[in-house]
Structures are given as C-alpha cells and as structure tokens.
C-alpha cells in the first residue's frame, strides 16, 4: 500500500466518524453538539456538499449566521440551482431579525427571492420575505409575500394573521 494511501485511509474514516455523528445530532435536534463535529468534518474534507450543508445549518440553527455565510456562499458558487441553500443563505444573511441591519435585509430578500425563482412553491421562503418587509415597516410588500405565501400553503395561518393585521394598520389614519 501505497504511503498517500496509508494516510487517506485515517482521515477518511475519520471525516465519516464526525459526518455522521455530527448529522444524527443534528437531525436529532442536537445543532450544539452537532457543530463542532461537523466543522471537522468539513475541515478536513471541504468540498463535501452534504457536510458543508448540514454544518451551515446547524450553525443557523444556533445562531452563528456569520459563521454560516461564507460556507453557504461557497455552495451557491458551486450549487447555484438548489433553492435550499439559497434559502439558507437568506436565513444567514438575516441572522437575528431584530438586530439585521438594512444591508442584511437587503442581501436575506435577494437570496430568498433567487430561492423562490428556482422554487416558486419553496416552502416558508415568501413568508419569510414577508417577515422582512413587516419588519422594514413596507407593509405593502409585506401583505403582497404573504398572500404569496399563501399561495404555496392555503392553511398557513400566521401568514393570514399576518395580513389581517398589516391591512388593518395601512387603513389606520396616521396619527401626526
């Protein structure tokens, strides 16, 4: 056996050793554990699509967004079809709502948006440009992605209230 071989052979069962452990926290709700494994994981092997997928969502998921971001804006370079990442992207480049500056909002709506032209039935992703708008105080566009998101899902009760509310605030006479 070769020496390339010889050494490959560690790190390759190690890389699967942090994958799936980290995964199956993952999926078991575990993103806090699941980080460090999977930064390993990726560590080590960084072109590995399902490893950089699944760390970059652990790390949303734990509210690292900026920790997320440059993984995530790798797989677009390299995956610029799959509305998924484009939708955590979005989720990354939002990070906190409350403390999301213009320009995050800005970069999450575009990302959302390149998402739902891929996937125009991409669940949550108009509701979460609604998110965005409301939170921009355009309630206009607010109302519009959240009948979009009802488009997508009929039942989506909050996108519903949601548009209740917004309407009744726009037909309020400003106070002033």
Do not use: C
Request: hydrophobic letters at 40%; aromatic letters at 8%.
């Amino acid at each position: 056996m070769s020496e390339t071989k010889k050494q490959h052979k560690p790190a390759q069962s190690q890389f699967e050793a942090y994958f799936r452990r980290g995964t199956d926290l993952l999926h078991e709700g575990k993103a806090a554990q699941a980080a460090p494994l999977l930064q390993k994981a990726y560590d080590l092997e960084p072109e590995h699509r399902d490893t950089a997928v699944n760390l970059s969502s652990a790390y949303i998921l734990i509210s690292k967004f900026r920790q997320a971001v440059p993984i995530l804006e790798a797989l677009v370079a390299r995956y610029p079809d799959d509305p998924a990442i484009w939708t955590n992207l979005g989720a990354a480049y939002l990070g906190n709502p409350v403390l999301a500056t213009d320009e995050d909002q800005l970069k999450a709506i575009a990302a959302f948006q390149q998402a739902l032209a891929l996937d125009p039935i991409a669940p949550h992703v108009a509701y979460n440009i609604g998110l965005v708008y409301r939170d921009r105080r355009d309630h206009e566009q607010a109302i519009a992605w959240f009948q979009r998101a009802l488009q997508a899902n009929p039942h989506d009760r909050d996108a519903q209230r949601l548009i209740s509310q917004l309407s009744r605030s726009n037909n309020q006479p400003s106070s002033g």
